[in-house]
């Protein structure tokens, strides 16, 4: 004979399974809810790290572009010290080039001088021998003269290379003043050293003369 289930009985089971699946799907709606939760504090956290992060990534940047512009800095205050202290270093040797320069120069021009001078009583003496000999040198002694004037100033010339200043600040302008001055000075020697030879060459006339009167 079939087994029969009384209605009740079936339905207090459909009842129960019901319960017991509303139950088990309010569990896993909580479990969820907590994951869920956690889930979104997980988050919140890690985008406090990722925040952190940054920030420490922007200040240690921030840091660095200051430590490197810093250094830069420094970097060029160094070379520009560097290059002054070049300059100033170049300019001195320049200095002490120009100062040899000068001593040189002023070194040949007195030679020359001293040789004017030399030719000058050289010539005066052959104007005394001449003279005692009756040969009228009146006119070559005044040009001796003249030339013995012009050999004082480039004398003086002389000197004014020696007194060219070598300055260290700017020795463009004392080179400029030494090709000027040395200039000066070689043009007076050449003008002293031709009236000298205008005085030999004068005195050849009264030479010949005195040699002719005295034949007659």
Same mark, same amino acid.
């Given at each position: 004979?079939?087994?029969?289930?009384?209605?009740?009985?079936? +339905?207090?089971?459909?009842?129960?399974?019901?319960?017991?699946?509303?139950?088990?799907?309010?569990?896993?709606?909580?479990?969820?809810?907590?994951?869920?939760?956690? $889930?979104?504090?997980?988050?919140?956290?890690?985008?406090?790290?990722?925040?952190? /992060?940054? %920030?420490?990534?922007?200040?240690?940047?921030?840091? &660095?572009?200051?430590?490197?512009?810093?250094?830069?800095?420094? %970097?060029?205050?160094? #070379?520009?010290?560097?290059?002054?202290? $070049?300059?100033?270093?170049? /300019?001195?040797?320049?200095?002490?080039?120009?100062?040899?320069?000068?001593?040189?120069?002023?070194?040949? $021009?007195?030679?020359?001088?001293?040789?004017?001078?030399?030719?000058?009583?050289?010539?005066?003496?052959?104007?005394?021998?001449?003279?005692?000999?009756?040969?009228?040198? &009146?006119?070559?002694?005044?040009? $001796?003269?003249?030339?013995?004037?012009?050999?004082?100033? #480039?004398?003086?010339?002389?000197?004014?290379?020696?007194?060219?200043?070598?300055?260290?600040?700017?020795? +463009?302008?004392?080179?400029?003043?030494?090709?000027? #001055?040395?200039?000066?000075?070689?043009?007076?020697?050449?003008?002293?050293?031709?009236?000298?030879?205008?005085?030999? /060459?004068?005195?050849?006339?009264?030479?010949?003369?005195?040699?002719?009167?005295?034949?007659?």
């Amino acid at each position: 004979f079939p087994v029969t289930i009384p209605g009740a009985e079936i +339905r207090a089971k459909i009842e129960e399974r019901r319960a017991e699946t509303e139950k088990r799907r309010n569990e896993y709606k909580k479990e969820f809810e907590q994951k869920k939760i956690e $889930l979104q504090d997980k988050r919140v956290e890690v985008k406090k790290e990722v925040e952190l /992060k940054r %920030m420490e990534v922007k200040e240690f940047a921030s840091s &660095t572009r200051m430590e490197v512009k810093e250094k830069r800095e420094e %970097m060029r205050k160094n #070379a520009s010290s560097t290059r002054a202290e $070049l300059s100033a270093e170049k /300019k001195a040797q320049a200095a002490a080039k120009l100062k040899e320069k000068i001593a040189k120069t002023s070194e040949q $021009l007195n030679k020359a001088v001293d040789r004017l001078n030399e030719s000058a009583n050289k010539v005066s003496a052959r104007l005394d021998s001449f003279a005692e000999k009756g040969v009228d040198v &009146t006119a070559a002694r005044i040009g $001796l003269e003249a030339a013995r004037a012009k050999i004082v100033s #480039a004398d003086a010339a002389a000197d004014a290379v020696a007194q060219v200043p070598a300055s260290s600040d700017d020795p +463009r302008v004392s080179l400029e003043s030494l090709k000027t #001055a040395t200039d000066n000075a070689r043009k007076v020697i050449k003008e002293a050293h031709e009236a000298i030879v205008m005085v030999i /060459k004068n005195l050849k006339p009264a030479i010949g003369t005195a040699t002719t009167t005295s034949t007659q």
